[in-house]
């Protein structure tokens, strides 16, 4: 079992930055492909950035290429949402995830086993 807990959230202004943080629990972090999605309010979930197990691979949605860069640090558990250019649109409750399955369908949010309980992030233009 592991469990995600995500911080960095907040309000910021059109053109701002954050940086989004998820902490895993458990030896097996290291090995889960792991990704970020989004939902804002009426609308679905939404696939945003994902990150194989060894870094070695990164798939964004085409709205945040050239804008948020994931990253992975296994020694401490964590995977990074680095976002720049913030606009309104990418307001929504930021979600991390955990498959144990291999990079394949990383992008669906069925095939991801744990999540986070979110942070929002709200840009205002």
């Known amino acids: 079992q592991v469990q995600l807990a995500e911080s960095g959230g907040g309000l910021v202004q059109a053109g701002d930055s954050l940086r989004l943080s998820c902490v895993g629990s458990?030896?097996?972090?290291?090995?889960?492909?792991m990704g970020w999605f989004r939902q804002a309010p009426g609308k679905e979930r939404e696939f945003v950035a994902a990150?194989?197990?060894?870094?070695?691979?990164?798939d964004y949605v085409d709205s945040v290429k050239g804008r948020f860069t994931i990253s992975r640090d296994n020694a401490k558990n964590t995977v990074y949402l680095q976002m720049n250019s913030l606009k309104p649109e990418d307001t929504a409750v930021y979600y991390c995830?955990?498959?144990?399955?291999?990079?394949?369908?990383?992008?669906?949010?069925?095939?991801?086993?744990?999540w986070g309980q979110g942070t929002q992030v709200t840009v205002s233009s």
């Open positions: 990150i194989s197990w060894s870094g070695d691979r990164a």
């Open positions: 458990g030896r097996a972090f290291n090995t889960y492909t």
């Open positions: 995830a955990g498959k144990r399955t291999q990079w394949s369908v990383h992008s669906v949010p069925g095939a991801y086993d744990y």
